[in-house]
Structures are given as structure tokens and as C-alpha cells.
DNA sequence: GTTTATTTTGGGAGCGCTCTCATAGGAGGA
DNA sequence: TCCTCCTATGAGAGCGCTCCCAAAATAAAC
């Protein structure tokens, strides 16, 4: 333990050069010389001393991940573990190291000093940003990495990777459209971000197709919660929907709750469609239909943009959108055999 | 951008050993010049270069967290969220980062290597480790700091946080006794892992308190899944019990299943605590009384631990076991009105 | 067998910081 | 007023690596 170069390349016969270009793979090393190198850091179990070599090459290795405001939605949501593991996988792939930061506002000044700047991490990857994010808008002025995992309309400039929320919203409003609906309401997501604005903006698309212009009326907003979907939901009754598409899962669950409750049916009264295929969804009653998105891709992606400013010098922002999937259960009406997947009681490995 | 200590000193007049002695703090500045030194580095933005600084202190300030196998687990189980949370807020108070590891084994070995040997984690903290964790052990016998969440009989040197297993087996098993129930069973967790061994250690310990000796056909083994829970219940259901101690939530929920389907009423016939206190066992019908554990403490304890062993040069194994909380609801029978929290449909939010 | 080109190796100079040690001022005591 | 004792500051030597450049060894060309 503490071996350095210098130590090794006495133990092999060699200068710190050779041992330095044994270990980072330079061509020009004879190869019984290599052999004889690798034996003795095999040997002592040699190490490179991180902290030095990040000094040489001005490289850590090491990106930066950041999730916001993590602390209500880091559990409840599936979203987020699946991102991090699909940056984990892509970023061990290629030897870089995950720096997690779970951050409060306040704090977040703070890492981006230390960590960013004092060039702990060669870039950063923020994940799921307000829509006016600092630590992104500062980063990319200042010119250094950084990938949003989301849009980030503020600066037109900023790479990142997105879910077709606008495509999302209007698969699954065109989906009760083909099926006959007319009358289709929305829940809308916030509309201060921007998977909120998008999925409306999708809804809006997708009737404006047929010809419909939806009043006022069918719309309203909710908070991505349940109670939020319960709310709309009654408050959207009164225009005599007779689809609903909810911009998430869990408000498309408080929906139903408000639909039952004025004593409608699902399907067949109410059509509904939800968005985020959350596990839940598969045992609603009845199972939601719901729009899929490609979240463990998203992370491999950020990873992949990144990577690309860093070791190809990539400059110009790279923004890719990934589409969405529909999938279809019974609560959009769209499957005869309504009720067949009812669970008993709450479920959630859906064996039953 | 890349101002270094060199020129922040000839900015500010001074030499690089007095700008070095205001950035950490170091008393003997005259308040005059420290203030001057101050306004030049907020007024060029200066930030120390990470690397250079861990050279030559030989520390990183990092930390890292590893999670093996997190691939299935990660999702469904809080568990994973809240200890990292805990782990997270603890470490950001203290002004370490966190470098997140979701390793399957083969990358074990080759993290190891590199983050711990290389020196660029101070220590490491290991959750969820498996009985035999080749990591920990490693670390623990090459004297460098390791702190396991979740006991670790292997080497008994290793320092860890761990949850009062045994005490919250044995808490279900007496708040069933004290209801009455006599002919308690009990779905224990894999024998191949801490706490599937000590919550059934527990439930003998109470049994054994109150003169009980129970047989064979009393205990049947699940792996903590809903499945698993199902197909022991009904094998347990010959044996007649009136009480079931499941080992885990998921497992009582598969135990609920079966005995609905056996005819019988929980919990007139068979009474059932659980034991995780996931979301989910507020919405079973009954709802599930069950054991919490403080797993954010966790994270936060073995922060505490690792950072004793760093910064203290604590060398004595630390070994810290938290208590367990029962809470209770309607499936054991304790409460009155049974059904009132009832769900309808599936529900997150607990405000129906 | 030279000369020239090419490959392999070694030495030196950093990378940007910390930390010990020596020195220059000042304060305090006689 | 002089000497002693602190305190504030500066200089220098690393920390362990990479990378450039020049020297040595080897191969190729004449």
C-alpha cells in the first residue's frame, strides 16, 4: 500500500516514464519491458494515486450528477432511480466515476463552486431542472459541461436529452380520438415546467387534427398528484367529458376516484388515459392506459452528450427528444376483456 | 476562470502561503489582509483546484457509496432512497461529496481498484451488503475505512449501522401475544441474510418469553417477495394459526391473499403484522400493522461512523443498532374500526 | 560500414496546492 | 532603550503523476 511510480519503475529497472506509459496503454513500449512492468504492479499491487493523476491531466473522471430539490419526489417517483441507473451503467462503461448531489436550492450555489469550478467533476448532468435552473444557466455560461436531462428553454444553448412530451400527449389523446371520443378533457401538468406545458401542448395538437377546438372548459390543471387529478377531475364532470387524458399516472388515479364517485363508468361512460406507466398503473381498475417513456434511455443519453462535449470536444448543444410509447390497458376502452386484470386488494408484483 | 493561489497572491500583494492560510481558515492572517485577500478571490471567482489540494492533503473529501446488485432492487424498495438520502444530507452537512456505485460484482473488484486503493474516496460506505461482501471485506483487512449498513457477521471488526432486526421480530410477535393470539406462524425472510435471520430470531425470543415453543410447521421461509409470502401462507395455513408474523410487507401482502382465498377474515381468523412499513401497507385491505425502521438515521449514522473513523482516527470497530417502531392499524386487530381506511381502487396519496 | 530514420527510454519541468521552517516585524517586559 | 517572545509572512520542498524533449538504442537505407 503507497506505492508510487517512481517506486515501481526501481522494482522494474525502468524510469517513472516507462512504468507511466506501461499503465496508460502508450504504444511505444517494448513488449517484454511491459510485461516485466505489469508483473511487479500486479506484484505490489500497485495503484495510481487518483488525486495526482487528476492533477496531471487537469481530468477527474468524474461527472457530476444533480437532482434538484430531490428530497419529496426522490421516492415516491420511479423516475429518478431509473435515470441514475441508466447514467450509472453508461458512465462505468466508459470508467467515469458518479458524483450524486441531492440538492437543496440553497446548496446548490455552494457545489457548484466547489465541485464544478474547483473542477472536481469534469461536467455535470442535472436532472429533471426547474425551468429556470442557476446551476444550469451559470455552468453553460461560464462554459463548462453541462447535459439537462429535460428541456431547459431558458437558454437555447443548453444540450440536453427530453421525452417527447408534446408527441406523449398527443399519441394518447389521438389514441381515444380513433376510438371515438369527441368530447376529450385534459389534466394538465403545471404549466410552469415544462413536461406540463408539453403534454398540453400534445393534447391541443392532436384534436386541432380533427378538427377540434377544445373550450376552456375541458382543461384544467393539476399537480402531477393524485389529489390534483381528484380536483380537475371534478371540476371537468360538469363539462360532460366523455374521454379524460391525464398528464400523470397518479392524477389519472384521482381522476377515476372522482369519476366513480359521480357514479360513471370507466370505460364506458369515461375513457381515460394516463402518462408515466408507473407500476401502479397495471393495477387500477380499471388498468390504466398510459403513455411509456424510455427514462433508464434518457440517462444513457445525457451520459452520451456529455461524454461528447468532454473527450470530442463536441461544442455546438446537442438536444435529443426520445419518443414515447403507448400502452394500452383497459381504461381507455380500447380492450374487450375489462376487469380481467383486476388485482384483489393492492398488489404490486402482478402475479395474481 | 483558472485563476490559480499564485496569482490570487500577487493580485492581492501577499504571497501564495498567505492566500493558502485564508482559504482554510487559518487564524494567524492580520484581519486587514485576510479581508483583502477575500475580496480579490470573490472578485475573480477563484476556486481552489480540487485535484492540487487533494495531492498534497492527501484527502479527497469524497466519499463512496455502494450499492451491489441494485439493479432489481433499487426500484420497488424505499429502502434504497431514504438510506442514500440520509447518507447524502449527512455528508453535505459536513462538506463531503458522494460518489454513488451501483456495481454488480465484476465491477466490484475493479471499483475497488481504482476508487479506494486510488485514493479517491476517502472511505466508503457499503448498504445492503451481501453476507460475504468480497468489498468490505477487502477494504476492512487492508485497514481502510469501510462502514457496512447492515450488520456484517463475516469479520467481526467491521463497523456498521444495522436496524434492531431481532427487536422488531420480536415486537410484532408480543403485540400479537398481548392481543391473545397463541398459535402465532410466521413467514420468515431468506436464512441466507441478516435480517431474514434475526427477525425470526426475534419472533422466537418472544414466543420463548411467554413459554411458547413453536413447531416446525409454525415457521415457513419466503424471499421477502409478495409470491413468496403467498405460497408460505398456505402452507402455514394447515397448521391452523390464528396470527402470522410476516417478515417483510410485501410478504404479508401474498399471506393476505392466501388466506382471503382459504375463506378466512383478517383479522377475526388470522391476525398479520408485517414489517417494513412500506407505502403500501397503509392501502392493504386491512391495513397492515407493521414495523418501521428509522432507515434515514441509517444513512446518517453511518456518515457519523466513517467520518469518526476519518477524521478522529477512530480505529475500534463501531457498531450501532436502531431501534424499531410498531405501528399499528387494523390487521392485527388492535384497532376498532377495522375498514375505515379502507381504500377504494388503488391509492397512493393516503388522503381518501 | 556509415549515415539517416525510427523506435524506445530517461530526465526534467510542471500541475496547483499544503505545510514546515525560517525570518521579519511588533508588542511587552526589564 | 535593549532584549525577548510572539505573531504574521514568505520561501521552499514536496504530493505523485503526465508529457515534452532529448538521448540512446535499434532498424533501415545507402
Given at each position: 500500500?503507497?506505492?508510487?511510480?517512481?517506486?515501481?519503475?526501481?522494482?522494474?529497472?525502468?524510469?517513472?516514464?516507462?512504468?507511466?506509459?506501461?499503465?496508460?496503454?502508450?504504444?511505444?513500449?517494448?513488449?517484454?519491458?511491459?510485461?516485466?512492468?505489469?508483473?511487479?504492479?500486479?506484484?505490489?499491487?500497485?495503484?495510481?494515486?487518483?488525486?495526482?493523476?487528476?492533477?496531471?491531466?487537469?481530468?477527474?473522471?468524474?461527472?457530476?450528477?444533480?437532482?434538484?430539490?430531490?428530497?419529496?419526489?426522490?421516492?415516491?417517483?420511479?423516475?429518478?432511480?431509473?435515470?441514475?441507473?441508466?447514467?450509472?451503467?453508461?458512465?462505468?462503461?466508459?470508467?467515469?466515476?458518479?458524483?450524486?448531489?441531492?440538492?437543496?436550492?440553497?446548496?446548490?450555489?455552494?457545489?457548484?463552486?466547489?465541485?464544478?469550478?474547483?473542477?472536481?467533476?469534469?461536467?455535470?448532468?442535472?436532472?429533471?431542472?426547474?425551468?429556470?435552473?442557476?446551476?444550469?444557466?451559470?455552468?453553460?455560461?461560464?462554459?463548462?459541461?453541462?447535459?439537462?436531462?429535460?428541456?431547459?428553454?431558458?437558454?437555447?444553448?443548453?444540450?440536453?436529452?427530453?421525452?417527447?412530451?408534446?408527441?406523449?400527449?398527443?399519441?394518447?389523446?389521438?389514441?381515444?380520438?380513433?376510438?371515438?371520443?369527441?368530447?376529450?378533457a385534459?389534466?394538465?401538468?403545471?404549466?410552469?415546467?415544462?413536461?406540463?406545458?408539453?403534454?398540453?401542448?400534445?393534447?391541443?395538437?392532436?384534436?386541432?387534427?380533427?378538427?377540434?377546438?377544445?373550450p376552456?372548459e375541458w382543461?384544467a390543471?393539476?399537480?402531477?398528484?393524485?389529489?390534483?387529478?381528484?380536483?380537475a377531475m371534478r371540476r371537468l364532470l360538469s363539462a360532460r367529458p366523455?374521454?379524460?387524458?391525464?398528464?400523470?399516472?397518479?392524477?389519472?388515479?384521482?381522476?377515476?376516484?372522482a369519476?366513480?364517485?359521480a357514479?360513471?363508468?370507466?370505460?364506458?361512460?369515461?375513457?381515460?388515459?394516463?402518462?408515466?406507466?408507473?407500476?401502479?398503473?397495471?393495477?387500477?381498475?380499471?388498468?390504466?392506459?398510459?403513455?411509456?417513456?424510455?427514462?433508464?434511455?434518457?440517462?444513457?443519453?445525457?451520459?452520451?452528450?456529455?461524454?461528447?462535449?468532454?473527450?470530442?470536444?463536441?461544442?455546438?448543444?446537442?438536444?435529443?427528444?426520445?419518443?414515447?410509447?403507448?400502452?394500452?390497458?383497459?381504461?381507455?376502452?380500447?380492450?374487450?376483456?375489462?376487469?380481467?386484470?383486476?388485482?384483489?386488494?393492492?398488489?404490486?408484483?402482478?402475479?395474481?
Amino acid at each position: 500500500m503507497g506505492y508510487t511510480l517512481e517506486e515501481i519503475a526501481r522494482l522494474a529497472g525502468v524510469s517513472r516514464s516507462t512504468v507511466s506509459r506501461v499503465i496508460n496503454h502508450h504504444p511505444s513500449v517494448r513488449p517484454e519491458v511491459r510485461e516485466r512492468v505489469w508483473r511487479i504492479i500486479r506484484e505490489v499491487g500497485y495503484q495510481p494515486h487518483a488525486a495526482a493523476r487528476n492533477l496531471a491531466t487537469r481530468r477527474s473522471r468524474i461527472v457530476g450528477v444533480v437532482i434538484p430539490e430531490a428530497l419529496p419526489k426522490f421516492f415516491s417517483d420511479p423516475y429518478f432511480p431509473a435515470v441514475l441507473r441508466g447514467i450509472s451503467d453508461a458512465l462505468t462503461e466508459r470508467s467515469y466515476h458518479l458524483m450524486l448531489s441531492l440538492l437543496s436550492p440553497q446548496q446548490e450555489e455552494d457545489f457548484y463552486q466547489r465541485a464544478l469550478r474547483g473542477r472536481l467533476v469534469d461536467g455535470i448532468i442535472v436532472i429533471s431542472a426547474q425551468i429556470t435552473d442557476p446551476l444550469i444557466r451559470q455552468a453553460y455560461q461560464e462554459g463548462l459541461p453541462v447535459i439537462s436531462v429535460g428541456r431547459y428553454p431558458q437558454e437555447p444553448g443548453v444540450s440536453y436529452v427530453d421525452v417527447d412530451n408534446v408527441g406523449g400527449g398527443r399519441m394518447a389523446t389521438d389514441h381515444l380520438l380513433r376510438l371515438g371520443r369527441r368530447r376529450i378533457a385534459t389534466i394538465a401538468g403545471p404549466q410552469t415546467r415544462a413536461p406540463g406545458i408539453d403534454r398540453l401542448e400534445g393534447y391541443r395538437a392532436a384534436l386541432r387534427a380533427w378538427g377540434i377546438d377544445p373550450p376552456p372548459e375541458w382543461i384544467a390543471e393539476g399537480d402531477f398528484t393524485e389529489i390534483g387529478g381528484y380536483v380537475a377531475m371534478r371540476r371537468l364532470l360538469s363539462a360532460r367529458p366523455d374521454a379524460v387524458f391525464a398528464a400523470s399516472d397518479l392524477m389519472a388515479v384521482g381522476a377515476m376516484k372522482a369519476i366513480r364517485e359521480a357514479g360513471l363508468r370507466i370505460p364506458e361512460d369515461i375513457a381515460i388515459v394516463g402518462y408515466d406507466d408507473v407500476e401502479l398503473a397495471r393495477f387500477t381498475d380499471p388498468p390504466l392506459t398510459t403513455v411509456r417513456q424510455p427514462i433508464y434511455e434518457l440517462g444513457r443519453i445525457a451520459v452520451r452528450l456529455l461524454l461528447s462535449q468532454l473527450e470530442e470536444g463536441a461544442r455546438e448543444p446537442q438536444q435529443v427528444v426520445l419518443p414515447t410509447e403507448l400502452v394500452i390497458r383497459a381504461s381507455c376502452g380500447a380492450l374487450q376483456e375489462r376487469g380481467a386484470l383486476e388485482p384483489r386488494g393492492a398488489s404490486l408484483s402482478g402475479w395474481d
